[in-house]
């Protein structure tokens, strides 16, 4: 299992006193990007394949605050993946006392020149990369 | 039709120069507040009631991208209500050419002193106010 | 004197309940670019010259706080304006009471193809409009 | 000297391909947190004593720009420091080859229920931990 940490920052709060909702959006990227790096396949050799994975959709259940201090451990995980689409789960926990703090997924397709393409056929290495990722 | 206009700024976009996906979220912040407003709720009357409607959970379609310059028209509305959960949707449309740049949803509770209460039961002139928004 | 009006968001705040410091420096380059759009120079007629416009330095000095919901009325000025180097002031009011929120400084310069050029030279015509801005 | 690590985000980035100037404004206030927390004064216990440290001002010069994926070294250090009146001095360096991405300063003054005192009255413990780190 892949976690990424990371600690909560003073400008990330809001006047709640808790980490304001929109940063764990942020946060589900930083830990995507480092899974992919974890996994062989780092963002800045998909982009020089002239590939982008854009996000396509996501959704967050919110479920206890984390605040300006806490260290949050993000486990990733490729829910889906079918060649053309990924999902990639997020479960996130203050590392304090494994509290969940949200868990979330985010939905990806694959588009080259602008275009949506078969990751598959465009590209067989990283296709393999991220098919090794599918849990049975 | 409640809409909120909203131009997409520099600081928004990313390297793929369109707006970052995770400001949509914040957007949505500004429509449900601005809506709230309009309506007569202001979430300053709310949190002067002791009451916090804190975002319980989210999901987004990003459909087409927008970037810098763009004004963005966020049509709000009650998707549904029931004195004790509220969601609220949100379709973003590229005012330019009624493009579809996002579709989304957000879901609500509502706590007095950190504990999920009924607005029905613990205001009801708040309550009559969102009930009024929901659509047959 | 130019102006431009920013309402403070829910976001934008921070566990003092106040607007985070980071936040301004977006404000003023909204406000820049509102007032360059405003003296006939918006932003996308420089980007299509093929010319930027980067952020070389700033400073600025909080004074009072502001919150969420607070209206802030941003004067913007051109402070200085040489050909090669630009600086712009941002006094910022709070609208309810004129209570000074911020005072601030951007300095910028102007690149082609990455290297800093004159404006004066490169482009006469945006030139002119700035040069007209300098206060005597 | 005090260093502090900071990877540049993607959601950091703006469409120049580079880490949009607000987020350094971020980052020190990260690295500040951190320096604070290494010398044995958390902000944490900082607030738990009642006293608050705004940021009064600051500036800041971009020399070097910076992208997703690189790594920026923060050295902190306390620049000035009077008992009533703290300056934190950054200098951002990228981790691959030493140049000076930013460098800049920020003035905090401190507050116990809303009105500036004197640390060095207000609390010698965290007054002598400060002024320990004040250069010759």
Not at 41 to 56: D, H, R
Request: aromatic share 10%; charged share 25%.
């Amino acid at each position: 299992m892949y976690t990424y940490l990371r600690k909560a920052q003073y400008h990330e709060t809001d006047k709640m006193g808790i980490v304001h909702h929109a940063n764990y959006i942020k946060w589900m990227e930083e830990a995507r990007v480092d899974f992919l790096e974890q996994i062989g396949l780092p963002f800045q050799e998909i982009e020089a394949a002239g590939i982008a994975s854009p996000v396509a959709g996501l959704s967050i259940d919110y479920r206890t605050p984390c605040t300006f201090g806490d260290t949050v451990e993000i486990e990733v995980a490729v829910e889906k993946y079918t060649g053309v689409q990924l999902s990639v789960s997020y479960t996130m926990k203050n590392a304090a006392d494994g509290a969940v703090v949200a868990s979330a997924s985010s939905r990806h397709c694959f588009l080259k020149a602008g275009r949506i393409v078969s990751l598959k056929r465009e590209n067989p290495a990283f296709h393999e990369i991220l098919r090794a990722q599918v849990r049975d």
